[in-house]
T-cell receptor, first 115, second 112 residues
Framework: AQSVAQPEDQVNVAEGNPLTVKCTYS??????LFWYVQYPNRGLQFLLK????DNLVKGSYGFEAEFNKSQTSFHLKKPSALVSDSALYFC?????????????WGLGTSLAVNP | NAGVTQTPKFQVLKTGQSMTLQCAQD?????MSWYRQDPGMGLRLIHY???????DQGEVPNGYNVSRSTTEDFPLRLLSAAPSQTSVYFC???????????FGPGTRLTVL
């Protein structure tokens, strides 16, 4: 069965510092991996995805993520954090094995960027 | 394009009442899904559809029904509301299950 974990409930970082939000997954086939962001009282917005190809994926708002198959991880990164990056971040995975069509979500990581 | 729209934005029900949460998209997306979001629980998939006439259960389908008679619409029905269904409900759509999902603004439901 597929699963995804975000091991940190909250991440705190100073503005201008690099940030990392962690995600690990478990699938039986190959993964489709996604990152989304949710600002307070809003719906979710897509940041980036990995389907196949280059392990380093670049997305919206200066975010990027690195797919690491051996460590089954897909950590979200940004070189220089902004206060406006403060939000809730979700990692999601779909296992492409068989007829599975379900997207499974992590519990979310709250990112706080301090001025 | 309006994107993904959901109605109502807020709803209060009494235990045992039924209601339908509406979801529509104007992007000709085949894949649509319903989630509920609860504090500390992340997003949990209730039901999803890969095209008109085709629906399937997600992680937490009990107490909810869906249908997909058109590509555009994907209503979620609560058959007999329970306090455990108090949550924020999001509808989402995408071209396929490989593509990014577009989310509606959500419906905040309270069951008393």
């Amino acid at each position: 069965a597929q699963s995804v974990a975000q091991p940190e409930d909250q991440v705190n970082v100073a503005e201008g510092n690099p940030l990392t939000v962690k995600c690990t997954y478990s699938v039986s086939g190959n993964p489709y991996l996604f990152w989304y962001v949710q600002y307070p009282n809003r719906g979710l917005q897509f940041l980036l995805k990995y389907i196949t190809g280059d392990n380093l994926v670049k997305g919206s708002y200066g975010f990027e993520a690195e797919f690491n198959k051996s460590q089954t991880s897909f950590h979200l990164k940004k070189p220089s954090a902004l206060v406006s990056d403060s939000a809730l971040y979700f990692c999601a995975v779909r296992d492409n094995a068989g007829n599975n069509r379900k997207l499974i979500w992590g519990l979310g990581t709250s990112l706080a960027v301090n001025p | 394009n309006a994107g993904v729209t959901q109605t109502p934005k807020f709803q209060v029900l009494k235990t045992g009442q039924s209601m339908t949460l509406q979801c529509a998209q104007d992007m000709n997306h085949e894949y649509m899904s319903w989630y509920r979001q609860d504090p500390g629980m992340g997003l949990r998939l209730i039901h999803y559809s890969v095209g008109a006439g085709i629906t399937d259960q997600g992680e937490v389908p009990n107490g909810y029904n869906v249908s997909r008679s058109t590509t555009e619409d994907f209503p979620l029905r609560l058959l007999s509301a329970a306090p455990s269904q108090t949550s924020v409900y999001f509808c989402a759509s995408s071209y396929s299950d490989r593509n990014e999902q577009f989310f509606g603004p959500g419906t905040r439901l309270t069951v008393l």
